[in-house]
């Protein structure tokens, strides 16, 4: 059974710095693509970052130069960091993995998703 597991979330004033972790947990081979989604009260979830096997990295535009996606492999971790925040950063944070798993007929790669952590940006 695979997990992942959101922490990091809380309550920040504008400006301020949270620093998300996703940690994946069970019996896997390994950690393929992780996303960072966010849901605001009223809105669709929407996709914030993302982070390769390979490192490579993407950022949707209204977070650009203020987040950071990163990963450590040893600890089959994945990490947000988020600077600079601002009020409309205000949602929970989900983290999604492309997770390859063994199987009765081999491997197989799957989604997994965590279950969220609030980040409220407020004053």
């Known amino acids: 059974q695979v997990q992942l597991a959101e922490s990091g979330g809380g309550l920040v004033q504008p400006g301020g710095s949270l620093r998300l972790s996703c940690a994946a947990s069970g019996n896997f081979l390994s950690i393929n693509h992780v996303d960072w989604y966010r849901q605001a009260p009223g809105k669709q979830r929407e996709l914030v970052a993302g982070?390769?096997?390979?490192?490579?990295?993407n950022y949707v535009d209204s977070v650009k130069g203020r987040f950071t996606i990163s990963r450590d492999n040893a600890k089959n971790t994945v990490y947000l960091q988020m600077d600079i925040l601002k009020p409309e950063d205000t949602a929970v944070y989900y983290c999604n993995g492309l997770i390859k798993i063994f199987t009765a007929w081999g491997t197989s790669e799957r989604s997994y998703w965590g279950q969220g952590t609030q980040v409220t940006v407020s004053s």
């Open positions: 982070i390769t096997s390979g490192g490579s990295t």
